[in-house]
Nanobody, 116 residues
């Protein structure tokens, strides 16, 4: 009954910032890695960033230096801090988790729109 719940999306002006949160429900959920993906209309689903339980991170080249993934192990929550947002960042953002027992979970998505 694991669920991933995203929050923090919205409308922001170019150059602005948002922080997305992804919280896993339940008190015994454990994961090998969690990450963020995004999909703009008419485009493929792309990896944005990913973090392992041990804290190792990867970020897509398109967001390096602007986005940062982080986590709070005690809360089973992963964050995506997005700075210097560009119109090209407009997309639906989806949280993803690989549990320690090998199951993949997806959140419902949260919309990020960057527009003036």
């Amino acid at each position: 009954q694991v669920q991933l719940v995203e929050s923090g999306g919205g409308l922001v002006q170019p150059g602005g910032s948002l922080r997305l949160s992804c919280a896993a429900s339940g008190s015994i959920f454990t994961y090998n890695s969690m990450g963020w993906y995004r999909q703009a209309p008419g485009k493929e689903l792309d990896l944005v960033a990913r973090i392992t339980g041990g804290g190792t991170t990867i970020h897509a080249d398109s967001v390096k230096g602007r986005f940062t993934i982080s986590k709070d192990n005690a809360k089973n929550t992963v964050y995506l801090q997005m700075n210097s947002l560009k119109p090209e960042d407009t997309a639906a953002y989806y949280c993803n988790a690989l549990s320690t027992w090998g199951e993949v979970f997806w959140g419902q998505g949260t919309q990020v729109t960057v527009s003036s």
